[in-house]
């Protein structure tokens, strides 16, 4: 980790600070706007039993589990009522007392590790903060559910359900894998709805992407801090899609674009004011390619001018701009360990019951996961020897982003730098995902003013902030929020399949740990999913270039380090997690401030080595003195 992560970090303005009347008692933390309360740890001569009886309550259930998971596989055991079971109808069965104790620690141990979401908000309130504009929110690539409408034979069983982002997944897994998997994965050739009368569709709603499953937060406690301030649905709005999906089929099947447009119109003309947009991860590059759309005469015909008459601001939360490494893995050998950005639970699911190969062939069959392949080539990541972001005596180049070890049976291998493995992914890919991938995205830099204004008419390069430009709306105020300082995939040693009958050339070589690497994964500076230079190029060096901000948008940056509690499963209040960032205090108080007006209080606050990287990278302003 570079030394100066670990430098205080700047708050916002005075004006800011937190009010006496706060009930957090303790030191600020140097990175946080708004102070956490103190965590409360529950004492007792009753927690040793509860513990044991909550220990011995999920032992029964993964014995269930486990007799159902056989179940659907074996003649010998028939356990036809275990398709109906669910979390109430086992409890309703329990004794009284396992399923009180087990709720009393439960409650106790979320107290412990958790923090009350809606004091932020109580904070501001205090401060005379409150709800201005309305706000869109743009979801991640898990964040949103998927439930199925499909009324054929095989699909009612799942009609309404979630077949991604709840249990019903997980059950579905389990007792119907085929089915699953013929559900979950679009037309190869269309990158449609797959034949046989299969629809999956994106929830709405706030329930779409409040939490993954019961219980797993993911936008709850924003929601719950905008409402403390004054926000409710006639001023706020999930705008959920189908992340599946590639972004021009984002329109043509749910007319996705059409709605968002019509919404944030409806949203000015009732409420006289323009729209804050709040993205996060693959919801940044689905907005970047909605602003470009919007003002095509080949998309939402709204002109040149449409943003700047629609939109105040542009919330940009942990932001891909230029892809996630890790989702190279996940289409060309179905490698895991976060991959797509996925969280534990998810991940779980599908290295439990799935083999690399079917995860592979599920990912590859979801055009928008390769939406996050990454961008830029060997000018951002680097060539054979050198990456903009190595690291002083760091022993592997981050350069190479496909290593081999020549004793590992790959003799016949070479290194591949991040554009080389693109190139090597489609030459070991199916026709049909070749034509998916390089007729729906494109992956290159644009030098000059000239190719970046030719490509606003060009679909496939809406995605890439280094092939087009950023809306012509010079009072637009974009803010880039993200983590830094926890370890992130970077590169990779690879290896032969020990299944010689695998339909997979190569799988990461796990049995190599030394240094930076980690069972075959080179871990640098990111968010553990985004790397820095992704999430953190286009925001301090690219869009200060003239040809790809010819408006002069301003740009401010506030990066939030790490600083995970010890005993927190989602980090608390000061994490800087990926997707675990949306339950940050402070991050939910600069939402706050943007949404109510108030986004000239926040500081600018970048700690990490963003600015010399990217003072690396092989991508030049053509007129050096415009800044």
Known sequence: MSHSLRKRIPGVSS?????????????AKADDVVLAPKSKVHHGKTGKKRRNGFIFFLGGLFGIAVAGFFAGRSDLIDFPEFGELSMDSLIDVL??????????LARGERE??????????????????????????????????????????????????RLWGSWSMMRALVLDKEGWKKHIMLDKKTGLDPPGGIKLRAAQGFDAADFFITGYWIWNKILENLATIGYDPTNSFTAAYDWRLSYANLEVRDQYFSRLKMY?????DVLKKKVVIVSHSMGSQVLFYFFHWVASEEGGKGGDDWVEKHVDSWINISGCMLGALKGLPAV???EMKDTAQLNAFAVYGLEKFLSREERSEIFRAMPGISSMLPIGGNAVWGNATWAPDDLPGQNVSFGTFLNFKENNGTSHYRNLTVEESFNYLMDVSEDWYNDQVKGSYSRGVAHTTAEVNANEKDPRKWINPLETRLPLAPSLKIYCFY???????????????????????????????NGNIDHGVILGEGDGTVNLLSAGYMCNTGWHMKRYNPAGVKIK??????????????????????????????????ILRVAAGRGEEIEENVVSDIKTYAGKVKIYEEDQGWL
């Open 15 to 27: 004006s800011t600070s937190t009010p006496s009347d706060s009930r957090d008692d303790s030191p």
């Open 483 to 513: 983590g830094i300082g926890k370890p992130t995939e970077r590169s990779y040693f690879y290896r032969k399949p020990d299944n010689p009958l695998s339909s997979l050339n190569i799988t990461i070589d796990t049995t190599l740990s």
């Open 95 to 104: 004794p009284a007392g396992f399923v009180s104790d087990a709720k009393d």
């Open 112 to 161: 412990a590790v958790n923090y009350d979401s809606f004091q932020v908000g109580l904070n501001l309130v205090a401060q005379g903060v409150r709800a201005n504009h309305p706000v869109i929110m743009v979801p991640g690539v898990i964040s949103t559910g998927l439930e199925s409408w499909g009324t054929t034979n095989a699909s009612r069983q799942y009609f309404r359900k």
């Open 332 to 334: 060309l050998s179905g």
């Open 264 to 268: 944030i119109e409806m949203s000015n």
């Open 557 to 590: 940056v506030y990066e939030m380090p790490h600083e995970p509690e010890r005993f927190s499963p989602r980090g608390g209040p000061n994490t800087g997690d990926h997707v675990d960032i949306l339950g940050r205090s402070s991050l939910n108080d600069l």
